[in-house]
Every structure is written in C-alpha cells, then in structure tokens.
C-alpha cells in the first residue's frame, strides 16, 4: 500500500477526526474510501462505455453501408397520413 501526504488546516482536521470517531472510524479509512471511490467510478464508467460500444457494433444495428436512406419530413409525412392529415 502507497503512502499520500495532503496539507489540510487544523480545524478541518479537528472536525474530520471528531465526525469519523462518531462513525466509528478513522480519518484516513474515510480519505481512502474517498480515493478508492473516485479511481474506481471512473475506471468503471470507461469500462461500461468500452462494453456499449463492443454491443453496438456486435449487434449490427445502424444505418446500413448505404447510409440513411430516408429523410426526416418522411416520417413526419407517414404520421400525417396515418391520422387523415396532409
């Protein structure tokens, strides 16, 4: 396990180390699940778009080689009609 100085006045210390003894725990088991917490988020969320990305590609979902092959007034135009309005 690494070792981490942080420069932090007395008072927010005093008051961290009261709040973490009423939790029943210690200021630098607070900081590392702090750390822990924000390293893992992010690492996490780089990994679930990295699994979306892979699903979408195997799933083969899309506009095709060709492209988009209609316009959006057409899908507007087929609503209109579905409901007797042109």
Same mark, same amino acid.
């Given at each position: 396990?690494?070792? *981490?100085? $942080?420069?932090?006045? #007395? +008072?927010? *210390? /005093? ?7 009423? /939790? ?9 699940? @702090? *750390?822990? /917490? @924000? ?6 969320? $780089? #990994?679930?778009?990295?699994? $979306? ?5 195997? =799933? =083969? ?5 060709? =492209? ?6 057409? $899908? @507007? +135009? /087929?609503? *209109?009609?579905? @409901?007797?309005?042109?």
């Amino acid at each position: 396990m690494a070792e *981490l100085r $942080i420069v932090v006045d #007395e +008072e927010t *210390l /005093e008051h961290a180390r009261v709040r973490a003894r009423q /939790e029943g725990t210690a200021v630098d088991a607070v900081m590392r699940g @702090y *750390l822990e /917490e @924000y390293a893992g988020s992010r690492r996490e969320q $780089i #990994e679930a778009a990295r699994r $979306i990305i892979e699903d979408a590609r195997r =799933g =083969g979902a899309g506009s095709g080689p060709e =492209g988009r092959t209609w316009k959006r007034e057409d $899908i @507007y +135009e /087929e609503r *209109l009609g579905r @409901y007797g309005k042109k």
